[in-house]
C-alpha cells in the first residue's frame, strides 16, 4: 500500500467520508413518520355559526407594567384546575430592558382570571444560557406528551427585533399552576447560518397526531418568509420548512383543513396589503402559494384555528391602514370568510386592538388581544346549543 | 435502482431527524470556543511581546472567557454571534500555538499562498455566499437545513479532504488544509456548536476571513504576472 498514491488516497478519503456517515447515521433516531394534524375534541354537532359570546374583560396585568403585548392562550388538561394559561410580554414599554414574560391562568373554580406574575426574565435565561439576552417577546406556549410546558420566546441579541432569535424553554417546576411554574432554556433553536438571526415566533403551534406539533416561525431581516419547525411530542426539533416563496409574508397562523392539508394564512408587510395564504398537502413537507385572501390585512398580525372539518376562525384586523378594528371571521375552506362577530371596533384610528391569540377549552373559542399597547383583553364565544342542535350544517357525528 | 436502496438514499439526506448538542454542551463550548479564539488575538496583537508575557496575557484572557456574567466577554460575544464554529477554534487554536512559540511569527494571512489552502479558502468564501443567499430565502432550496442530514458532514468531510488526496505527490500538506476535516470529525462526535454540519464547519467571521484570503492570493497573483510582462 502506497499512501502516496492517488487512488489509496482517494479510496481512504472515501472510507473515511463513509465511517462519518455511518457514525452519524448510528445516532440519529428513525426518521419521523408524515405528519398529520389534529383538532381540538369539539362537540359533534359544533357550528362556528353558532357561537355567541359568553364573556369578555380584561386579563390582569402584572404591577409596575405599563406595557403588554403579544398574547398566547394555552388549554390546559381537563384536571388542571385552571382551564387556559395566557403568557405575553410586559414591562415598562415594549423591547424596553424590564421587559419579561406574565403569565395568567383562567381557574375553573372562580371563572376568573388569576393575579399576573412574571415567569421568566432575561438575565435569569442569559445566566443559565451563558451568553446575554438583549431583549423578549412574543411568547408561545405548547404542552408536550408529558404535560410539559414549552415555551418558544424572541430574545434579541444585539439590534432590534430584526436581530431576534427563537429561544425554547421548558418548564422546570414539578407542577403547571400559576404560582410554581417556572421555565429553564433548552436552546436557542439553530434556523439560519447567519449567526442564527433573525428568526421570530408568534402564532400558536398545529397539534400533530403524534403528540408533537408544527410550529410557525418568520424571519424578518429586511425580507421576510415563513417557515414551519416540526417538534416531537418531547419537544425536540425535527426539522424546518420554508412556507412561502414571497418576501412580505410574516407571522403565519396554521389551520387544518385535513390531517395533511394546511393553510398557513399570513400578515402582509407591504402597503394595502392583503392576508396571505398558502397550503400544503403532505402535512407540511412542501409548501405552495395561494392567492392572497380577499380580507385586507394593515401589516397585521392574525390568529386563526380549524374547529373542525369545514369550521375555521379567523381574528383579524379588518381596517385598512389601522389596527383599529378587530373582527371574527369563519370560512369552511380557508379562502372565503365571513365576517361573525366585531370583536373590538375602535372610536378613531389611534385605537389598537392587535396580535389576536385564539384556543378552544371547556368547549369555548377563546381569545386574547393587546389593547393600546398598554393591557390584554379576552373574550369567550360559546356554542348556542338550541341553535346548534336544530342546525342543518352542523358536524354531524 | 431498487425500493430498499432508495430508503437508504432518502435516509441520508434526510433533515427531519437532526441530533443537537445538550445545553451543558452547547454553554461548554460557548466559553471554550470564545477562550480560544481571543486568546489567539491577544498573542497576535502581542506578537513583539517577550514569550512570556504572551503566555500569560493569553492565558488570562482564555480565563476571562470562563467568568460567568454580565464581566465576561462570552457574555457579549454569545450575545452578538453565538458560538464560533470548530473551524475558527481548530484554526485559531493552531495559529495560538504557532505564535507562543519562540521566535515564530505567524501571520493570519501570510504572505506565501499555500495552493490546497486557498483551494479550500475559495470554496468555503463561495459556500458562505450560498448560505447567505440562503439566510434571506434566495436560493430555490434550504442550504442550511441540508446542514442537517446525515450525508453533509460526509460530503463536506470528501470534499475537505480533497487537498490531501490531490498533494499526494508533493509531500507535504499545508497545516490549515486540516482545520475543516478535524473540524468534521469533531462535529460528528460531539454535534456542537448548533447541530448543524454547516455551523461547525463554517461562521460568518470565518468566511469574511477566508475572503480575505482570497482575494489577497488573487491580488498577489495579478501583481506577480503584470510584473513578469
Not at chain 1, 143 to 167: C, E, K, Y
Not at chain 2, 77 to 90: D, K, N, T
Request: hydrophobic residues 50%; charged residues 15%; glycine residues 8%.
Amino acid at each position: 500500500m502506497n499512501l502516496k498514491s492517488l487512488s489509496w488516497r482517494l479510496l481512504c478519503a472515501v472510507l473515511a467520508a463513509g465511517a462519518v456517515l455511518g457514525v452519524d447515521l448510528a445516532q440519529r433516531p428513525l426518521a419521523p413518520a408524515a405528519a398529520g394534524a389534529v383538532g381540538p375534541v369539539v362537540p359533534p354537532s359544533f357550528s362556528v355559526d353558532h357561537l355567541v359570546q359568553a364573556g369578555r374583560g380584561a386579563i390582569p396585568m402584572p404591577a409596575d407594567a405599563p406595557a403588554a403585548h403579544a398574547s398566547t392562550l394555552l388549554p390546559m388538561p381537563a384536571s388542571h384546575p385552571a382551564a387556559l394559561t395566557v403568557f405575553w410580554f410586559s414591562g415598562e414599554r415594549e423591547s424596553g430592558p424590564n421587559v419579561q414574560i406574565a403569565a395568567s391562568q383562567w381557574d375553573r373554580a372562580t371563572q376568573q382570571w388569576a393575579p399576573a406574575r412574571f415567569v421568566a426574565n432575561r438575565h435569569v435565561l442569559g445566566a443559565v444560557l451563558g451568553f446575554g439576552v438583549r431583549r423578549l417577546g412574543n411568547p408561545v406556549a405548547w404542552m408536550d406528551g408529558s404535560g410539559r410546558i414549552h415555551l418558544f420566546v424572541v430574545a434579541t441579541g444585539w439590534g432590534g427585533w430584526a436581530a431576534s432569535r427563537i429561544l425554547h424553554l421548558r418548564q422546570s417546576s414539578a407542577g403547571n399552576g400559576l404560582q410554581e411554574l417556572a421555565f429553564a432554556p433548552v436552546r436557542v433553536l439553530p434556523l439560519s447560518w447567519l449567526w442564527n438571526t433573525s428568526h421570530l415566533v408568534r402564532n400558536a403551534p398545529l397539534p400533530l397526531a403524534d403528540g408533537g406539533m408544527v410550529l410557525p416561525v418568520h424571519f424578518e431581516l429586511g425580507i421576510k418568509y415563513p417557515v414551519a419547525l416540526r417538534f416531537d411530542s418531547r419537544g425536540e426539533f425535527l426539522g424546518m420548512a420554508r412556507i412561502s416563496r414571497r418576501h412580505y409574508a410574516l407571522q403565519p397562523t396554521l389551520l387544518a383543513k385535513t390531517r395533511t392539508e394546511w393553510l398557513a394564512l399570513m400578515r402582509d408587510a407591504r402597503p394595502d396589503g392583503k392576508v396571505i395564504a398558502a397550503r400544503t398537502q403532505d402535512g407540511g413537507r412542501s409548501w405552495s402559494d395561494l392567492p392572497d385572501l380577499a380580507l385586507v390585512n394593515p401589516d397585521s398580525a392574525v390568529g386563526g384555528m380549524a374547529l373542525a372539518p369545514g369550521h375555521m376562525l379567523l381574528a383579524h384586523n379588518s381596517s385598512p391602514a389601522s389596527r383599529a378594528w378587530l373582527d371574527l371571521s369563519r370560512s369552511a375552506d380557508g379562502v372565503a370568510w365571513t365576517p361573525v362577530h366585531a370583536l373590538e371596533h375602535g372610536a378613531t384610528d389611534d385605537d389598537e386592538f392587535s396580535y389576536p391569540a385564539m384556543a378552544w377549552a371547556d368547549g369555548s373559542v377563546w381569545l386574547s388581544y393587546t389593547v393600546d399597547r398598554q393591557r390584554l383583553a379576552w373574550q369567550r364565544f360559546s356554542v348556542d346549543a338550541a341553535a346548534n342542535a336544530a342546525a342543518p350544517n352542523g358536524v354531524k357525528p | 435502482m431498487n425500493l430498499e436502496s432508495m430508503a437508504w438514499l432518502v435516509q441520508w439526506v434526510s433533515v427531519d431527524s437532526p441530533v443537537l448538542p445538550g445545553p451543558w454542551a452547547m454553554q461548554w463550548w460557548l466559553h471554550l470556543g470564545w477562550s480560544v479564539v481571543l486568546a489567539w488575538g491577544f498573542a497576535a496583537l502581542g506578537q513583539a511581546w517577550p514569550p512570556r508575557v504572551r503566555w500569560a496575557g493569553a492565558g488570562l484572557v482564555a480565563l476571562w472567557c470562563w467568568v460567568p456574567g454580565l464581566y465576561s466577554p462570552t457574555h457579549w460575544l454569545g450575545m452578538a454571534f453565538q458560538a464560533p464554529s470548530i473551524s475558527s477554534v481548530v484554526l485559531c487554536a493552531w495559529l495560538l500555538r504557532e505564535s507562543l512559540q519562540p521566535s515564530r511569527r505567524v501571520l493570519l494571512l501570510p504572505s506565501s499562498v499555500d495552493r490546497s489552502t486557498l483551494a479550500l479558502a475559495v470554496l468555503g468564501s463561495i459556500a458562505g455566499w450560498a448560505l447567505l443567499l440562503d439566510s434571506f430565502a434566495l436560493l430555490p432550496m434550504s442550504l442550511y437545513a441540508w446542514g442537517f442530514s446525515p450525508i453533509a458532514p460526509a460530503l463536506v468531510l470528501l470534499v475537505a479532504g480533497l487537498p490531501w488526496v490531490l498533494e499526494c505527490r508533493d509531500g507535504a500538506l499545508d497545516t490549515k488544509a486540516w482545520v475543516a476535516p478535524v473540524a468534521v470529525l469533531v462535529f460528528v462526535a460531539l454535534r456542537l456548536p448548533t447541530g448543524n454540519a454547516w455551523d461547525a464547519v463554517l461562521d460568518p467571521w470565518l468566511w469574511l476571513l477566508l475572503q480575505g484570503y482570497v482575494v489577497r492570493a488573487a491580488f498577489r497573483r495579478t501583481s506577480r504576472l503584470k510584473s513578469v510582462h
